[in-house]
């Protein structure tokens, strides 16, 4: 049984993969007859082989791409599917492993005939990790389960292991794009950044965190945010 085919009933429990703990939802409301249709017929053709991402993802794509991102824990993949429309010459990675997003994106990929958009329902981190080195130019983490009680932050995927993989993925002068309404998450993050060498902060005043980057397409989860009267922060660090 594939580990994020497991669900959680109370949508909190751990999914387990075989290298480390996923915690969240995998599935929500049982998928339209539309939405399955698309999991079961588009899904395998643009999947993300994991035992073949050693090779780069350029042989992923039907055509030559100028360049790779990825972007973890797409959700509902509003953000990926916008940036997919944006940039048509530069390939996507995207994975998330809840399957309603998936089924989301695909709808949103089919609507628009995007062919620079590649998924994984799974764990980021393994993407990451069969990744060979320096072949993204981005990695956008956009608002990552916030795990806000004290006892639940260890479930963060922010942590030395997952920025060293970030780092080891990134091309030099790549960037790693971090985006939280939890304050307590930018301090754990800028935390566990600032001490290295390796990744820069781009912030040269309170505009540059506190606004969106140009580009920015809303996600979903943000919108929940501020409508909750969250304040979202927006943080770009580069690869040294
Ligand atoms: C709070 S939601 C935000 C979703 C989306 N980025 C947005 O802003 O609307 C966090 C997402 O990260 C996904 N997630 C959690 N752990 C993950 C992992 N290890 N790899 C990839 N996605 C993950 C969850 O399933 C969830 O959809």
């Known amino acids: 049984m594939n580990p994020a085919d497991r669900d959680n009933s ?11 703990q996923l915690y969240g939802r995998s599935k929500g409301k049982a998928l339209r007859a ?9 899904l395998p053709a643009l999947t993300i082989p994991l035992d073949r991402l050693a090779e780069g993802p350029g042989p992923l794509f039907s055509r030559p791409m100028t360049e790779f991102r990825l972007e973890i824990g797409f959700g509902g993949g509003e953000h990926l599917a916008a940036q997919g429309r944006q940039n048509p010459g530069i390939g996507y990675l995207g994975v998330e492993p809840f399957l309603n997003g998936v089924a989301k994106l695909l709808a949103a990929i089919e609507a628009d005939s995007l062919d620079n958009i590649r998924l ?11 990744l060979p080195e320096a072949c ?7 608002y990552p389960d916030p795990w806000p009680k ?11 292991a997952f920025l060293d993989a970030v780092v080891r993925a990134l091309a030099p002068g790549g960037e790693f ?3 939280t309404d939890i304050d307590d998450y930018a301090g754990w993050t ?3 950044v600032l001490p290295r060498t390796d990744l820069v902060w781009l912030a040269e005043t309170a505009a540059d965190w506190s606004e969106p980057w140009t580009s920015w397409h809303r996600t979903r989860y943000e919108e929940k ?9 927006y943080f770009r660090f580069r690869k040294a």
Not at 10 to 20: I, T, V
Not at 150 to 160: E, F, S
């Open 177 to 179: 794009r971090f985006a």
């Open 136 to 142: 993204l130019t981005r990695i956008d983490l956009l």
């Open 150 to 160: 004290r006892r639940q932050r260890k479930r963060r995927i922010v942590d030395p």
């Open 120 to 130: 994984l329902r799974g764990d980021g981190r393994d993407v990451l990790a069969s």
């Open 10 to 20: 109370d949508g909190e429990g751990p999914a387990r993969s075989p290298r480390r």
């Open 34 to 42: 539309a939405q399955a249709a698309r999991i079961e017929g588009q």
């Open 190 to 192: 800028l935390a566990r």
């Open 225 to 233: 945010a501020i409508r909750e009267g969250r304040v979202p922060g």
